[in-house]
């Protein structure tokens, strides 16, 4: 079964850290380019990072460039998100995602297999 899993969510205060997992199963998360969504309360889904499972190319959004690193670990299958200097406005359901092709973007009509989110509660 081709499914991703998204953990390590919860809460924590403004200024500190935390790192998601998104765990690839039925299918080799090397071939493919990963990434990774987040939607607030009331919030359209945006956008926060991807990579491209060959090269390991990222590109990131602008509101998390600079705090946010995306990683994966072929052997574990497994893409990161390292999230530091958390903001309240960071607050939301983190998903991943999969895409296939060598354009690495964040357009997410061309991202499939979505995971069922993890959340992060930035808050003192």
């Known amino acids: 079964q081709v499914q991703l899993v998204e953990s390590g969510g919860g809460l924590v205060q403004p200024g500190g850290s935390l790192r998601l997992s998104c765990a690839a199963s039925?299918?080799?998360?090397?071939?493919?380019?990963i990434g990774w969504f987040r939607q607030a309360p009331g919030k359209e889904r945006e956008g926060v990072s991807c990579i491209d499972g060959r090269d390991g190319n990222t590109y990131y959004a602008d509101s998390v460039k600079g705090r946010f690193t995306i990683s994966r670990d072929s052997a574990k299958n497994t893409a990161y998100l390292q999230m530091n200097t958390l903001k309240p406005e960071d607050t939301a359901t983190y998903y991943c995602?999969?895409?296939?092709?060598?354009?690495?973007?964040?357009?997410?009509?061309?991202?499939?297999?979505w995971g069922q989110g993890t959340q992060v509660t930035v808050s003192s």
């Open positions: 995602a999969r895409m296939w092709g060598n354009r690495l973007h964040l357009i997410q009509s061309s991202y499939g297999c």
């Open positions: 039925g299918f080799n998360m090397s071939w493919w380019n």
